[in-house]
T-cell receptor, first 118, second 109 residues
């Protein structure tokens, strides 16, 4: 399965600022998924990032707040814009272990980026 | 919300005991997966069970699936302190994984 390097691992941010999280994968993948995990909660899918097209956002998430870049098949960034304390969460990127055609959709995750907004 | 329910939310047991976690989901699935998360880090895939399977084993893990009840259970036998973690079920909806609320397992030595 793929190996994902995600950074930063953690950061403390001021209200109103923006932070960009990076995910580097050691192999080429078509789809990357960005999740948010609020304190004590489960994972919620933010968006699916496809190379060469706009990211697809889930209900409740918008591009202006969470812009995503996917410049090539091994890299993606998620920006959390104009942060407020409610954005304090762990943000995780993930990629499928196998081609989508296999139907399994088992995911490999990065180690997560723990953001605290003051 | 598309997210399923898991119970219990928290489980504390002694080393050597078995731990059972349950998951319910809302929509039809082609597979259901279980993941483990240590201390707010990235998730690690444990086991997958397909919709046409009823039971699956992997080492000390046993997963069951009841599609008529839209539920699954994860059993960890002979638990160890190193099994302490949060466990999440996830179902595959249209190529996206939707995660349950999770069970926080604490195994005391």
């Amino acid at each position: 399965s793929a190996v994902i390097s995600q950074k930063p691992s953690r950061d403390i941010c001021q209200r109103g600022t923006s932070l960009t999280i990076q995910c580097q994968v050691d192999s080429q993948v078509t789809m990357m998924f960005w999740y948010r995990q609020q304190p004590g909660q489960s994972l919620t899918l933010i968006a699916t990032a496809n190379q060469g097209s706009e990211a697809t956002y889930e209900s409740g998430f918008v591009i202006d707040k969470f812009p995503i870049s996917r410049p090539n098949l091994t890299f993606s960034t998620l920006t959390v814009s104009n942060m407020s304390p409610e954005d304090s969460s762990i943000y995780l990127c993930s990629v499928p272990n196998a081609p989508q055609s296999s139907g399994a959709n088992v995911l490999t995750f990065g180690a997560g980026s723990r953001l605290t907004v003051l | 919300s598309q997210q399923g329910e898991e119970d219990p939310q928290a489980l504390s047991i002694q080393e050597g005991e078995n731990a059972t976690m349950n998951c319910s989901y809302k929509t039809s699935i082609n597979n259901l997966q279980w993941y483990r998360q240590n201390s707010g880090r990235g998730l690690v895939h444990l086991i997958l069970i397909r919709s046409n399977e009823r039971e699956k084993h992997s080492g000390r893990l046993r997963v069951t699936l009841d599609t008529s009840k839209k539920s699954s259970s994860l059993l960890i036998t002979a638990s160890r302190a190193a099994d302490t973690a949060s466990y999440f079920c996830a179902n595959n909806q249209g190529g996206k994984l939707i995660f349950g609320q999770g069970t926080e397992l604490s195994v005391k030595p």
